[in-house]
């Protein structure tokens, strides 16, 4: 892709297209903007691991259009719903269990049986989610590691020339990226944002804990999740009889997570077929990943499922 289409608010159906075709469009929200991608596609999600070089695998916020379109992908609990009334359109985004089963993508929510979702409050994004008709994956819109972008000039700084489009609709007016709770099964508030403690407190008539968003993406509380019952063990050239393989090139494997060895699409494979293995109930063996762009991301999280259990076996 040489550069970046700069579209304008007039421009929304393009946007749309070029959503539905399952390529990457920055749109502006209220909070900062976002790098939107399909939910339901597995490469358009992979594709914003690619283009942020994020460096692991971490769940995404879905953006929807209304509070009935998250019904459909989340269960809302009443003290959700009240939360979701009180502030959706607007910058909170909901933590709440997963609806099975499931169209959004494995690599939107990580593995996990939650989603984060929410309802943006600026108009030209909920204009865009609803020409879409699709779930929205996105976070925001910068290389990782670099600072979230408040204007469409901010996006193209960071991102010019690895996605496809920027709707350019002005500066976001809150400039901070969404509070967000956990509403499942007691409410806990995981990231500060422009939604107030006291405002959240006062809609549920109870006190909320607050419990960093570190501590839910750390690797121990996270690696359960990703981690198959069977042994996992990486780097593995020549697959051996009585274990499952995952490939990734060219060669004999169980599964293959790119036969071209492109590593976009073995990101969009990567979660689908940890599960395939895991319904074979036999050890894992993992070709070796290239450690470098999107490679990084998918070794973290091979890394990570081969991780030993800790003696209480949970996961
Ligand atoms: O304002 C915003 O929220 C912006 C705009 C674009 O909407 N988006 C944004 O996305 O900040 P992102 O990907 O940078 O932040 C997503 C956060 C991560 O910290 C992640 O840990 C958390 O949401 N998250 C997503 N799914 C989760 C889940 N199932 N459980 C716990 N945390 C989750
Ligand atoms: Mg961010």
Redesign the pocket.
């Known amino acids: 892709m040489l550069s970046t289409r700069r579209l304008s608010p007039a421009d929304l159906p393009d946007a749309a297209r070029i959503l539905r075709a399952g390529d990457l469009v920055a749109f502006p ?1 209220e ?5 939107g991608a399909d939910a339901t596609q597995d490469r358009a999600v992979a594709e914003i691991y690619a283009a942020k070089a994020r460096p692991s695998f ?4 879905v ?1 929807v259009a209304s509070l009935s379109q998250a019904d459909r992908f989340a269960i809302l609990s009443d003290s959700a719903r009240r939360l979701a009334d009180a502030f959706w359109p607007g ?1 909170l ?1 909901l ?1 709440l269990p997963l609806r099975a089963p499931s169209a959004v993508s494995r690599l939107v ?2 593995g ?1 049986d ?3 979702i ?1 309802v ?1 409050g600026a108009d030209i994004a909920r204009a865009l989610l609803s020409e879409v008709g699709r779930p929205i994956a ?4 910068n290389p990782s590691g670099r600072i ?1 972008p408040t204007t469409a000039d901010h996006v193209l700084s960071g991102l010019d020339g690895k996605i496809h489009a920027v709707l350019d609709g002005g500066a976001a007016t ?1 400039g ?3 509070t ?1 709770v ?1 509403a499942a099964p007691n409410p806990r508030l ?2 500060l ?1 422009a939604v107030q403690q006291d405002a959240i407190e006062d809609v549920l008539g109870a006190p909320v804990a607050i419990t960093s ?1 570190d501590t ?2 750390a690797p121990g509380q996270l690696a359960s999740h990703y981690a198959p019952w069977a042994r996992v063990t990486l780097n593995v050239v020549q697959p051996m009889s009585g274990m499952a393989h995952l490939g990734f090139g060219p060669g004999p494997a169980t599964f293959n997570l790119s036969e071209t060895a492109d590593l976009v699409e073995a990101a969009a494979n990567l979660f689908g077929h940890l599960h395939r293995l895991d319904a074979l109930g036999q050890p894992i063996s993992v070709s070796p990943i290239p450690d470098e762009g999107l490679g990084r991301a998918i070794n973290d999280r091979l890394r990570r499922a081969a991780a030993p259990r800790d003696s209480s076996g949970g996961r």
Not at 138 to 141: D, E, F, M, R, V
Request: proline content about 10%; aromatic content about 2%.
């Open positions: 929200t909070t900062v903007y976002g790098l971490n769940p995404l916020i953006h910058p985004t933590v929510t990580a996990l939650t989603i984060a929410r943006p996105a976070p925001s819109a979230s809150i901070l990226e969404s967000i956990s995981l990231r944002g968003e839910i993406t």
